[in-house]
């Protein structure tokens, strides 16, 4: 392992933590263009972010010590899987450590801890949060674990950095098994990420609520945290996406010169991925809540289906 | 004194331990029964840790044979003891040694009333732990089934101790009935393979040779006996009604350890003793596995008994063992030794897995059974704040059998999906599509899993309490004895997790016996730091750096913030959306958490309602959800059971002149067969 890679390393944990903001911030932009409103501006979370930082926290009287401690789990957990996937740069220390299947184990650990921690000070919206959560992430996370195997089985190997090398050198070739498993990779990043057609991330009325019914109990710093680790899970996700079926742009760790340009790349991806986001959610309307396992189960069906295909087809 | 110990062979170290856990037991049957909490269950207890450290330190020690002069006069007690044996006496020792420090602070309670049976329980529990290890180290078919009777019956007695409920002796039935049932599966597998040469030792069943037609009903039978005592479909019935009706150590035991005898009886006939293996026969259990994962999961969601819901998750974690070994063999038997290598050291582990972390969650649910008596998750909730150290050792087994990272489910889990993965192209194309089919099951299991543990810690541990009623100075956390065991299990399961590369060497003595291979040579090649089954390009994983990075961003945060800002907190009362009247009968209850689950799978459940009408003048809502197999498959074979009785039962005619009409046609036609 050389300093530059090392380097990089850091670079990319530094680069998330600053990005990650940014992104949430122009995905809410870019609604706020297509609503026809003026919007809150490009840097409204990191304001939102500051704000709650500098507050006190207020905690309930029967708060326990998971309670207490899930947003830093939460954090560290997202810090960490946004810190492995190969954003500007691939071979990094880190990927060594933690493959794709640790990676949703990742997401899981941190999806447990939330899902706990709503239910930890017993009041009715905690426990409906975190019994829609677990609903929504019984069906998402075998898609996600399927979605994984057909890039993991066109590359032969789990490693995400042999997967982004494997796919980014066979130039514009389209996988059928791709095809099918990008589909189901984008309805599973709209439900965990709490988006449209599954959950609204900026509604108020509770019953409607899925992922902020189970951070109705957080305040200031812990909320911050939270929030932050949010638009790090987006950040993941659509890493994620480019890494699987995006990889072009993204070099190797410790080619300082080509570092420029892969941010460019990565900078474009973001915002042209944001854009859609924005419209997919402007265009949509947000499912009842029965609906979502009908929803996910075709994410799912659609993720073995490309695994199938892969096996009968070779590619 | 050195030359004795040098001598001194594993299998002696092994007959010792059962020795000593009878004599423990009989002690117990006459020794004051205040002593024999804080005396004799220690004492078992440090008879299965030595057990343990010795199978650990003789893992990988040739075959050992020892001939007993107990027995039938022409077939005496054959043990042997190899790698397997080994491997699965070292799970007995461990899980056995947190179990019973768990039961020393227990049955301390029990000792103190009068009239209590805890000299019987004592007698019952340590000849359990000894016919299980008897069960591991028989080498002929005769020592087996006595071995196998015998854990049957300690295991009856001991599910029936509270037997004046009459749910408890129902249940106890039940688990017999579908025990011995089981036993003449075994008993009928163990025939056959003799093979007709009259000798019922296993040396002779590995060196004979069977025609297709007889192994084929040699592993089915094999496959029928040991599974009902697996709880594998559809001979699981029992396993929901023995575990909650038997005492909490003693569900510990049986799910952590017996229905481990199952698979290594079934690993024993499979790999041992029939010679070759089919490809039919992996294709089967891989499926029947499978399904008896979904189905123990989905029923575990639904449950609202604590004990009922380890138990489902049990038939679940049974169902995943048996489908790794479903895959070894159909892998094995096309050759491809090097991925079934991987599929076995994936189930081992995760039968090694099982035994901790269900062992853990069952000493839990006995110690929030002991503060609280309640047994329905509808009235318990709020424990953590009573009870820390039980809430913090669940925690670790929860995360564990979520099979969340960085903790031992999570190896076994990767293992086994890196086996369906590396697995090669197959022959048979129908073959092929089932590998990821049966990864797609494998992943939905593990994350309805993961649904059905947070349903279960959620509202038991957290949350205000459900009872109005509760006194909750009462509740008490768990004793000395008991946080004993409950910490030994829980750092089983840390290290299990942390150190998978230290654990892979080991299981490769018992894979390299298996399938005549082992990942020995691949797994270590990067270091004990890394684990790469195949090769680091293919797929890696390092449990602790991840944990320290994860450590590490957590403490960073945590520095940072209170530099920068400040740590400054209050307490309120909780905001709930401003809602001011809150009642802790606004939680979910167990029943409400599992509804999403009923309501999209309630075709595969025995969903029974009763709804209000608008008229009524004091309405009442009641669901039940029961198990549909009951009306499938028990049922009809009760009823045909009883009409193949009733119908034999007419020969009865009660009248004398019938009973001579028999004789005399008999006579007549025996007559006829000889002239």
């Not at chain 2, 749910?167 to 036993?183: N, S």
């Not at chain 2, 296993?202 to 060196?207: E, I, L, P, S």
């Not at chain 2, 390092?542 to 320290?548: A, N, R, T």
Request: proline residues 5%; charged residues 10%.
């Amino acid at each position: 392992m050389k300093l530059s890679t090392l380097l990089f390393q850091f670079f990319q944990n530094g680069l998330v933590l600053l990005l990650a903001p940014l992104l949430l911030g122009w995905v809410n932009q870019c609604r706020a263009w297509l609503q026809n409103r003026s919007g809150a501006g490009l840097l409204q979370p990191y304001r939102m972010l500051f704000k709650l930082f500098h507050k006190d926290a207020v905690l309930a009287d029967n708060a326990s010590v998971l309670f207490r401690s899930t947003p830093y789990i939460l954090f560290s957990c997202m810090w960490l899987a946004a810190s492995l996937v190969p954003m500007v740069a691939t071979d990094l220390p880190l990927s060594a450590a933690v493959d794709v299947i640790a990676l949703v184990g990742i997401l899981a650990l941190a999806r447990v801890f939330i899902a706990l921690a709503a239910m930890d000070i017993g009041t009715a919206f905690g426990s409906l949060g975190a019994r829609r959560e677990m609903l929504v992430s019984f069906l998402a996370e075998p898609a996600l674990l399927m979605v994984f195997f057909t890039a993991a089985s066109i590359s032969a190997s789990t490693s995400l950095v042999t997967i982004v090398e494997t796919i980014a050198h066979r130039g514009f070739f389209i996988y059928p098994s791709l095809a099918f498993a990008g589909i189901a990779f984008l309805m599973v990043l709209l439900a965990e990420n709490a988006r449209i057609p599954v959950d609204n991330p900026s509604t108020h009325l509770e019953l409607t609520m899925i992922h902020e019914a189970m951070i109705l109990e957080y305040s200031a710093r812990h909320l911050a945290l939270i929030e932050w680790a949010s638009s790090l899970k987006l950040l993941v996700y659509m890493s994620i996406g480019f890494a699987l079926f995006l990889p072009f742009g993204i070099t190797e760790a410790g080619n300082w010169a080509a570092l420029p340009l892969s941010l460019a790349a990565l900078f474009a991806k973001l915002a042209v991925a944001g854009f859609g986001l924005a419209l997919l959610e402007t265009l949509s309307a947000k499912q009842r809540v029965f609906r979502v396992p009908e929803y996910l189960g075709t994410a799912f069906l659609l993720a073995v289906l490309a695994i199938l295909i892969h096996y009968l087809l070779g590619a | 004194m050195t030359d004795f110990l040098n001598s001194l062979l594993l299998i002696d170290i092994a007959g010792a331990a059962t020795l000593a856990w009878l004599a423990i037991g009989m002690l117990g049957l006459f020794a004051p029964r205040r002593m024999i909490a804080s005396t004799l269950f220690p004492a078992g207890a440090l008879v299965a840790l030595l057990l343990a450290a010795s199978c650990l330190w003789g893992l990988n020690s040739t075959p050992q044979i020892a001939v007993l002069p107990l027995g039938l006069p022409d077939l005496p007690f054959h043990l042997r003891l190899d790698v397997l044996s080994t491997f699965f006496l070292f799970l007995l020792g461990a899980a056995a040694t947190g179990i019973s420090l768990y039961s020393a602070g227990y049955f301390r309670a029990m000792g103190e009333q009068s009239g209590s049976k805890l000299n019987l329980l004592c007698l019952q529990y340590h000849v359990f732990l000894a016919s299980m290890a008897w069960v591991l180290l028989a080498d002929d078919a005769y020592f087996f089934m006595v071995a196998w009777e015998t854990m049957a019956l300690s295991s009856y007695f001991l599910v029936t101790t509270d037997h004046e409920i009459p749910e408890i002796r129902r249940a106890g039935f039940l688990y017999l009935l579908i025990a011995h049932v089981g036993a003449i599966g075994i008993l009928l597998s163990f025939g056959v393979m003799q093979g007709g040469h009259g000798d019922y030792t296993f040396a002779t069943m590995r060196a004979g040779h069977l025609d297709p037609l007889w192994a084929n009903a040699a592993f089915l039978l094999a496959l029928f006996g040991f599974g009902a005592k697996a709880g594998l479909l559809p001979m699981h019935a029992w396993l929901p009604e023995a575990h909650p009706a038997a005492p909490s150590p003693v569900s510990a035991l049986m799910s952590g350890i017996m229905l481990k005898t199952a698979i290594y009886g079934i690993l024993r006939v499979t790999f041992d003793l029939l010679d070759d293996r089919l490809w039919w026969w992996g294709a089967l259990m891989l499926v029947l596995g499978l399904l008896t994962a979904l189905f123990g999961v989905l029923f575990a969601a639904v449950q609202s008994d604590i004990k009922r819901l380890l138990a489902y998750s049990s038939i679940e974690n049974i169902g995943i063992i048996v489908s790794g070994i479903g895959l070894s063999v159909l892998l094995n038997a096309y050759g491809e030794n090097a991925v079934a290598a991987l599929a076995l050291t994936a189930t081992l582990y995760h039968t090694l897995n099982h035994a901790f972390f269900k062992g853990l969650l069952f000493m839990g649910t006995g110690s929030v059974l002991h503060a609280t008596t309640e047994r329905n998750m509808a009235k318990l909730g709020g424990l953590i704040h009573h009870m820390p150290w039980v809430a913090m050792t669940a925690l670790v087994g929860t995360l564990a059998i979520a099979g969340l990272p960085p903790f031992n489910g999570f190896v076994s889990e990767w293992l086994m999906l890196q086996a369906y993965l590396l697995a090669p192209t197959l022959p048979e194309p129908y073959l092929n599509m089932m590998l990821p089919l049966g990864a797609a099951a494998l992943a939905l299991a593990a994350a309805l899993a993961a649904y059905a543990m947070v349903k279960f810690y959620g509202i038991v541990f957290l949350g205000r309490p459900r009872r109005q009623n509760q006194e909750q100075t009462q509740i008490h956390d768990a004793g000395i004895w008991e946080r004993l065991g409950l910490v030994w299990m829980a750092a089983g399961c840390v290290l299990l997790g942390l150190f998978p590369v230290n654990v892979i060497l080991q299981l490769d003595h018992v894979t390299q016996l298996l399938v005549g291979n082992d990942l020995g040579n691949s797994a270590a090649r990067t270091g004990w730091l890394w684990l790469t089954p195949v090769a680091p390009e293919r797929a890696s994983y390092s449990p602790l750096l991840l944990f320290m990075m994860m450590l590490g961003g957590i403490a960073l945060t945590f520095l940072i913030v209170r530099k920068f800002y400040h740590g400054r907190l209050r307490m309120g009362a909780a905001w709930d959306c401003g809602y001011p009247l809150q009642t802790p009968r606004m939680q979910d209850s167990a029943d409400g958490f599992g509804q999403p689950i009923k309501q999209i799978f309630e075709q595969f459940f025995g969903l029974s309602r009763e709804v209000p009408s608008p008229f009524d003048p004091h309405p009442h809502y009641q669901s039940e959800v029961t198990d549909p197999l009951w009306k499938i498959f028990y049922r009809p074979i009760a009823r045909s059971a009883e009409f193949i009785s009733r119908s034999v039962g007419m020969l009865q005619q009660g009248r004398i002149s019938m009973y001579l009409l028999y004789s005399f046609v008999t006579l007549i036609a025996l007559l006829a067969l000889v002239i």
